[in-house]
Nanobody, 125 residues
Framework: VQLQASGGGLVQAGGSLRLSCAAS????????MGWFRQAPGKEREFVAA????????SYADSVKGRFAISGDNAENTVYLQMDSLKPEDTAVYYC???????????????????WGQGTQVTVSS
């Protein structure tokens, strides 16, 4: 397993969750890692990403100010802290990594070549 995501669950609106994505093997050398989500009947969409070497981050407008992405390079783990959760945040969340040579954050799923198994986040109203 190259990317192992965890931390999803059921939470009430306004609550918080923290997702973790542990990279191993080839993906531990990836510089850019991101989170995407996919709700039933919808396309997979960008949530947040981080360029681990410089620490730059980027967020979808829908989560800006509520979610925070961070990385622990020593542990090869990327986190997504999700606060003030809303029912519309309900989805399967996937972590992903760009090829090791890439240093620019990407916003399309096609730009990421390694994917975790997904973790379900359900926000009740």
């Amino acid at each position: 397993v190259q990317l192992q995501a965890s931390g999803g669950g059921l939470v009430q609106a306004g609550g918080s969750l923290r997702l973790s994505c542990a990279a191993s093997g080839r993906t531990s050398r990836s510089n850019v890692m991101g989170w995407f989500r996919q709700a039933p009947g919808k396309e997979r969409e960008f949530v947040a990403a981080i360029a681990r070497s410089g620490g730059s981050t980027s967020y979808a407008d829908s989560v800006k100010g509520r979610f925070a992405i961070s990385g622990d390079n020593a542990e090869n783990t990327v986190y997504l802290q999700m606060d003030s959760l809303k029912p519309e945040d309900t989805a399967v969340y996937y972590c992903a990594a760009r090829p090791a040579a890439v240093t620019v954050i990407g916003y399309s799923p096609r730009q990421y070549n390694s994917w975790g198994q997904g973790t379900q986040v359900t926000v009740s109203s």
